[in-house]
């Protein structure tokens, strides 16, 4: 699946590379600014899950979103400058706290965690897919479409967790009427 995206990007890569820059528009702007501030709420928040949780195989996923948001940010952020774009405030990093120092009450459990995981990673798919829509200049195309594509992979192993453990929310299934299922 990953060889699919990378084609693609490299596809982009080749035939936007010549293109004239123009200005970027109001919509690009705002869906820089925008996803630079997702990411930028996201990253504190992981760092919170990461203080809370004691399961290994979950403190690897939460670590790896944690990675792809910074590089993410870090990719944007210099797209950004670059362009002249001010960026938003950045909420400050959490710092390392013991899980177990954590009252119960006000400790998210494994499955909140990996629930909320799930929703950052769709809407940061979803803002993607949205700002892809709206781009003029292929370069801005191509940012779009390689973030997102990193978000759909990682979405797919927090996904294969969340089976594994139980944890995704499944709604009910459906059949027509008439049908037997």
């Given at each position: 699946?990953?060889?699919?995206?990378?084609a693609?990007?490299?596809?982009m890569?080749?035939?936007?590379d010549?293109?004239?820059?123009?200005?970027l528009?109001?919509?690009?702007?705002?869906?820089?600014?925008?996803?630079?501030?997702?990411?930028?709420?996201?990253?504190?928040?992981?760092?919170?899950?990461?203080?809370t949780?004691?399961?290994?195989?979950?403190?690897v996923?939460?670590?790896?979103?944690?990675?792809?948001?910074?590089?993410?940010?870090?990719?944007?952020?210099?797209?950004?400058l670059?362009?002249?774009?001010?960026?938003?405030?950045?909420?400050?990093?959490?710092?390392?706290?013991?899980?177990?120092?954590i009252?119960?009450?006000?400790?998210?459990?494994?499955?909140?965690?990996?629930?909320?995981?799930?929703?950052?990673?769709?809407?940061?798919?979803?803002?993607?897919a949205t700002?892809?829509?709206q781009?003029?200049?292929?370069?801005m195309?191509?940012?779009?479409?390689?973030?997102?594509?990193?978000?759909?992979?990682?979405?797919?192993?927090?996904?294969?967790?969340?089976?594994?453990?139980?944890?995704?929310?499944?709604?009910?299934?459906?059949?027509?009427?008439?049908?037997?299922?």
């Open positions: 699946m990953a060889n699919i995206f990378e693609l990007v490299d596809y890569k080749k035939t936007y010549d293109e004239p820059k123009t200005p528009h109001v919509g690009e702007v705002m869906g820089c600014w925008l996803y630079y501030t997702a990411l930028a709420e996201e990253i504190p928040a992981l760092e919170i899950c990461l203080n949780t004691i399961d290994d195989e979950l403190s996923i939460v670590k790896e979103g944690k990675d792809l948001g910074e590089s993410q940010l870090n990719r944007l952020e210099a797209f950004m670059e362009e002249g774009i001010p960026l938003p405030r950045a909420d400050a990093h959490k710092p390392k706290t013991d899980p177990n120092a009252p119960s009450g006000v400790k998210s459990s494994d499955n909140e965690i990996a629930n909320l995981l799930s929703v950052k990673v769709a809407s940061n798919i979803v803002m993607c700002n892809t829509t781009c003029i200049r292929g370069d195309e191509k940012i779009w479409v390689e973030l997102q594509s990193e978000k759909m992979l990682y979405g797919s192993k927090l996904k294969m967790l969340m089976r594994k453990r139980g944890w995704i929310k499944v709604p009910p299934y459906y059949t027509p009427s008439g049908h037997e299922g």
